[in-house]
């Protein structure tokens, strides 16, 4: 049996990314870069003020006599709209957050530290000495013309979108997500929808990996069950050679029904079937018709589990992603976890943060069919190989799924 390191480094090895398409901005969010996004203009692309208050010169601000300078109201400038009068010695200009300083201003100062008759006033008191720059947001201060703020492979997020929208990225060029064709298998397999009858279980992987897809960024097609013939195995391939990556749960074990690999040796070539890992050992990946092919265990939580293994990185590769895998950190377990097979053992387990420190509970009965044991899950505690025994307070490596939120 490979190590989960090999298995891994043999899957990413046939990868390649996909090639890039032009998406409108507003359905980029997810996305990968396929470009270097440049400033094409300064941001700000002037200077503008940070506050609603007057624009006037430094100088102007100054005591005189001890008494607040009082300076002549020459008009006002809103954002949108640039002064047409320039701001001189004894005089100011109402100014508007975010609209342009006015020519000869070289400072602003909020409306409360003035005093004047009100919004028609003709004349402001200067309450505070205010130096040069003063609530001024100078030209290209965020962004330069000819900057790269974004770089391709980075993923689009809320706030790359706000980047691209304020650099005038209307169309952007990304990595195409990519498609991925859900297959489940068995004779015993029905759909969500049907009353179960003896010896039947609900097609429960192929919607669990449905949404697992969907999350690191693929595009599903469930195409429904195989049945335990080569017959239907052969069909319901045809239709996901179409796919840029084909999942399957169940079929790649021993057993005299387990036929997927039987179809893979015959349309294409497998590169390997067994992993040393609990749950999950029979991971089967090769290629039907030259497209990969990630063969999952029928049992629902080691699809689960060998998914967030080796099926998101590969569609995080796929999509152009350069850090495929979930960060790992180092956690406290709150129990003894004792193992007996002598595989890696992945468990599902809740971590919490306690005074700077990662506390690591395991979520129940870790059987391969126990699909509750995911439901509090944010990490998989990585137990080594040999049959090791953790005791509670020993230190181990734990995969984060999600981070804990208290």
Known sequence: MLSVEEALSRILAEIRPLESVSLPLD?????????DIVAHEDMPPFD???MDGF?????DSKPQGGHPPRLRVIGGVAAGYVAQ???????AMRIMTGAPVPAGADTVIQVELTNSDGPQSKWVEILQEVPPGNNIRPAGEDMRSGQTILTRGQEIGAW????LATLGYAQVQVVRRPRVAILGTGDEVVDIDAELQPGQIRNSNSYLLEAAVRQAGGIPQRLGVARDTTESLREKFSQAVHADLILTSGGVSVGDFDLVKDIMHEQGAINF???????GKPVAFGKISGVPLLGLPGNPVSSAVTFELFGRPVIRKLQGHTRLQRQQIEVIVEQDIQERAMRRHYVRAHITQHAGKFIARP??????????SLLQANALLVIPEGGATVKAGEHIQAIMLYWPED
Do not use: F
């Open 48 to 50: 503008n003020s940070a």
């Open 85 to 91: 009068t320039r701001v001189e010695a004894g005089t």
């Open 363 to 372: 979520t129940g009965n870790q059987g391969s069919n126990i699909m509750t």
């Open 55 to 59: 624009a006037l010169l430094s100088q």
């Open 160 to 163: 790359e979108i706000g980047i």
């Open 273 to 279: 079937w067994r992993i040393n890992m609990k749950p």
């Open 27 to 35: 359905q980029a969010l997810g996305s990968v870069l396929a470009q």
